[in-house]
């Protein structure tokens, strides 16, 4: 029955978009090939069939340098002001539990996510700027043919690109398709496109074992791993669970405009604050949870200075089998594990079994030698890949009225996480890597 | 818009050619200055062949009279201006990086790349590209 409704509404359009074509051949008069206005002139270059695309991957390599690099003394600034505040909070309360709970748990591990704020509203204005200039259109567009091909509508370019902020309104994008089966698709493959959530872990563990020159690279590897399985699921997807072409895509392209400074940072500031409110409930709650089992037993633990004689290490070696075959030890197993509350924890649970923030979490990393680069770029892409998070398969749950799809959505991309990794560690083996 | 006069468009024309070029030069130079960058580098370079790619896609245009290469070099400087500020701001980056200690040098002459040299070297066209445009709306 909503075979039928597509087919109809898809005949409909094509017939309404003829009898337009139609009636301004007969009314309009147009002179040969001239160009009318600026938005003719710049998609006459944003829009060209040999250059449209590679300018668009420049400016989203633009929008990511903007995002890192730009950003970085920012980090370090945040870095140090919570450095200090740790400092002064050993120094001013004598109670070494109390004194352990506020440094160790709210600032280590919350602190440890919060430097990350200067790359996420970094990200967040490129897009709004990308938006309000009106080209976000045109790279749906120029995508389009190429999402064609692939069995994807060109709609859903625009929800993948939200997804690079956040997975939920990714997904509530999704509604603005008219097919069932196009949305159901962008829906499932859009928790594989990177979001910010999990740029904190990417920054940690690609700052840590790659180096500055490199760091960047292997980030962006990452994203495009990201994309590239996306790409793959959506061609499954499209030849098992919802045969069929894509329909027709039929979008008007807004004019192009000069983005006004204050609206792109109300925008930037609506999505960040999403961020900035979850590391105040979620993953704030997530990492006091983190910080109690690491410190307790109190006694065995000597006050938390022991962490492997605490629960959380009992819970990370009862796992860590799991992970062993990939060269990660039980801290890994752990970290994972609290990630799928949400993926920031990741990083604020290290910063905690670490006992350190942001700024020696990275050489805690290394000289403690919990990764080696194989390993740590094979933990990045588990990240990226195994469970959405809990708001994630939330939103799937309510966008699709069904537990069945969030449930599938669960169980393929924890699948999918293990063999990539698994392909990944013994790619890298064969190559020589440790 | 403004009609495009036959010697301005030639001008205009040679202008694109100056710029197309030395953006080729820049992702050349990128490439054997520093060739441990690669493959870090790679998509650098890619950036700026782009933009070449777009400043001599408007250069025949341009020379021919045709308003048609005004596009691209309107989309060239726009991408000029893109990449070059994000090149002018990570610069800037790196200097209150060396502020907060965190890098031992800072030296502005090895800061200035190509790229920073080519955005200043297109920014004359933006007041020429302006008047041209000026009564044309969005």
Redesign the interface.
Same mark, same amino acid.
């Given at each position: 029955m909503s075979e039928y409704a597509e087919n109809l509404s898809s005949a409909l359009v094509q017939r309404r978009y003829e009898w337009i074509a139609s009636t301004v051949d007969s009314t309009v008069k147009k002179g040969s090939?001239e /160009? +009318? @206005?600026? @938005?003719d002139?710049?998609d006459? #270059? +944003?829009l060209?069939k040999?250059?449209g695309i &590679? /300018?668009f991957? $420049? /400016?989203l390599? @633009?929008m990511f340098? +903007?995002a890192f690099?730009?950003?970085? &003394?920012f980090v #370090? /600034?945040i870095e140090?002001v919570f450095e200090m505040l740790g400092a002064w909070v050993n120094q001013a309360i004598s109670d070494p539990y109390l004194a352990s709970f506020v440094s160790v748990g709210v600032i280590g591990g919350l602190g440890s996510v919060l430097v990350f704020v200067p790359p996420i509203f970094g990200l967040f204005l490129a897009l709004s700027i990308l938006e309000d200039s009106g080209y976000m259109a045109r790279a749906a567009f120029v995508m389009d043919r190429f999402m064609y091909r692939l069995g994807l509508h060109g709609r859903s370019f625009i929800p993948l690109m939200i997804g690079f902020g956040c997975n939920v309104p990714a997904i509530m994008a999704t509604r603005s398709m008219d097919s069932e089966k196009d949305r159901m698709i962008t829906m499932l493959i859009s928790p594989l496109i990177s979001c910010s959530a999990r740029l904190p872990v990417y920054v940690l563990i690609a700052g840590a074992l790659f180096g500055a020159? %490199?760091a960047? @690279?292997a980030v +962006?590897a990452v994203y495009a791993l990201g994309i590239v399985l996306a790409v793959v699921m959506a061609l499954i997807f499209r030849r098992t669970l919802f045969k069929g072409e894509p329909s027709p895509f039929v979008l008007e392209l807004p $004019? %192009?405009?000069v983005p006004d400074a204050s609206s792109a940072i109300l925008h930037m500031w609506s999505r960040g604050r999403m961020f900035l409110k979850k590391a105040g409930t979620i993953i704030f709650w997530a990492t006091i949870i983190v910080w109690l089992l690491s410190v307790h037993p109190w006694e065995a633990t000597s006050g938390g200075q022991v962490i492997a004689e605490s629960y959380i290490a009992w819970i990370g070696h009862a796992i860590e089998p799991v992970f062993q075959p990939f060269g990660w030890d039980w801290m890994a197993a752990v970290a994972l594990l609290f990630g799928l509350v949400a993926k920031e924890v990741v990083v604020g649970t290290y910063g905690i079994l670490l006992g350190a923030e942001e700024a020696g979490l990275g050489d805690a990393l290394v000289s403690q030698g919990l990764f080696t680069p194989l390993t740590g770029f094979a933990f990045m892409a588990f990240v990226l890949i195994y469970v959405p998070c809990v708001a994630v398969i939330g939103t799937i749950a309510k966008e699709t009225n069904s537990w069945r799809w969030p449930a599938f959505a669960l169980v393929y991309q924890t699948a999918l996480a293990f063999i990539v990794t698994g392909v990944i560690i013994a790619v890298g083996r064969l190559a020589g890597l440790s | 818009m403004e009609e495009l006069k036959h010697s301005t468009g030639k001008w205009l024309g040679a202008y694109a050619l100056i710029l197309g070029i030395g953006y080729a030069a820049a992702a050349l130079a990128e490439a054997t200055r520093n060739p441990e960058i690669i493959p870090g580098g790679l998509l650098s370079i890619a950036v700026l062949l782009v933009i070449s790619a777009t400043y001599l896609m408007g250069v025949k245009g341009l020379i021919g009279g045709r308003r048609e290469g005004l596009s691209f070099l309107m989309g060239g400087l726009l991408l000029s201006g893109a990449v070059g500020g994000l090149y002018l701001m990570m610069a800037g980056a790196d200097w209150l990086m060396y502020l907060l200690g965190e890098t031992e040098d800072f030296a502005v002459t090895y800061e200035t790349s190509l790229v920073t040299i080519l955005l200043i070297l297109a920014m004359p066209l933006m007041p020429i590209l302006r008047k041209m445009t000026r009564k044309m709306a969005w």
């Amino acid at each position: 029955m909503s075979e039928y409704a597509e087919n109809l509404s898809s005949a409909l359009v094509q017939r309404r978009y003829e009898w337009i074509a139609s009636t301004v051949d007969s009314t309009v008069k147009k002179g040969s090939g001239e /160009i +009318f @206005t600026l @938005t003719d002139m710049l998609d006459q #270059v +944003f829009l060209d069939k040999h250059l449209g695309i &590679p /300018i668009f991957l $420049t /400016i989203l390599w @633009t929008m990511f340098q +903007f995002a890192f690099a730009v950003s970085e &003394p920012f980090v #370090v /600034i945040i870095e140090r002001v919570f450095e200090m505040l740790g400092a002064w909070v050993n120094q001013a309360i004598s109670d070494p539990y109390l004194a352990s709970f506020v440094s160790v748990g709210v600032i280590g591990g919350l602190g440890s996510v919060l430097v990350f704020v200067p790359p996420i509203f970094g990200l967040f204005l490129a897009l709004s700027i990308l938006e309000d200039s009106g080209y976000m259109a045109r790279a749906a567009f120029v995508m389009d043919r190429f999402m064609y091909r692939l069995g994807l509508h060109g709609r859903s370019f625009i929800p993948l690109m939200i997804g690079f902020g956040c997975n939920v309104p990714a997904i509530m994008a999704t509604r603005s398709m008219d097919s069932e089966k196009d949305r159901m698709i962008t829906m499932l493959i859009s928790p594989l496109i990177s979001c910010s959530a999990r740029l904190p872990v990417y920054v940690l563990i690609a700052g840590a074992l790659f180096g500055a020159s %490199y760091a960047g @690279t292997a980030v +962006f590897a990452v994203y495009a791993l990201g994309i590239v399985l996306a790409v793959v699921m959506a061609l499954i997807f499209r030849r098992t669970l919802f045969k069929g072409e894509p329909s027709p895509f039929v979008l008007e392209l807004p $004019t %192009y405009a000069v983005p006004d400074a204050s609206s792109a940072i109300l925008h930037m500031w609506s999505r960040g604050r999403m961020f900035l409110k979850k590391a105040g409930t979620i993953i704030f709650w997530a990492t006091i949870i983190v910080w109690l089992l690491s410190v307790h037993p109190w006694e065995a633990t000597s006050g938390g200075q022991v962490i492997a004689e605490s629960y959380i290490a009992w819970i990370g070696h009862a796992i860590e089998p799991v992970f062993q075959p990939f060269g990660w030890d039980w801290m890994a197993a752990v970290a994972l594990l609290f990630g799928l509350v949400a993926k920031e924890v990741v990083v604020g649970t290290y910063g905690i079994l670490l006992g350190a923030e942001e700024a020696g979490l990275g050489d805690a990393l290394v000289s403690q030698g919990l990764f080696t680069p194989l390993t740590g770029f094979a933990f990045m892409a588990f990240v990226l890949i195994y469970v959405p998070c809990v708001a994630v398969i939330g939103t799937i749950a309510k966008e699709t009225n069904s537990w069945r799809w969030p449930a599938f959505a669960l169980v393929y991309q924890t699948a999918l996480a293990f063999i990539v990794t698994g392909v990944i560690i013994a790619v890298g083996r064969l190559a020589g890597l440790s | 818009m403004e009609e495009l006069k036959h010697s301005t468009g030639k001008w205009l024309g040679a202008y694109a050619l100056i710029l197309g070029i030395g953006y080729a030069a820049a992702a050349l130079a990128e490439a054997t200055r520093n060739p441990e960058i690669i493959p870090g580098g790679l998509l650098s370079i890619a950036v700026l062949l782009v933009i070449s790619a777009t400043y001599l896609m408007g250069v025949k245009g341009l020379i021919g009279g045709r308003r048609e290469g005004l596009s691209f070099l309107m989309g060239g400087l726009l991408l000029s201006g893109a990449v070059g500020g994000l090149y002018l701001m990570m610069a800037g980056a790196d200097w209150l990086m060396y502020l907060l200690g965190e890098t031992e040098d800072f030296a502005v002459t090895y800061e200035t790349s190509l790229v920073t040299i080519l955005l200043i070297l297109a920014m004359p066209l933006m007041p020429i590209l302006r008047k041209m445009t000026r009564k044309m709306a969005w």
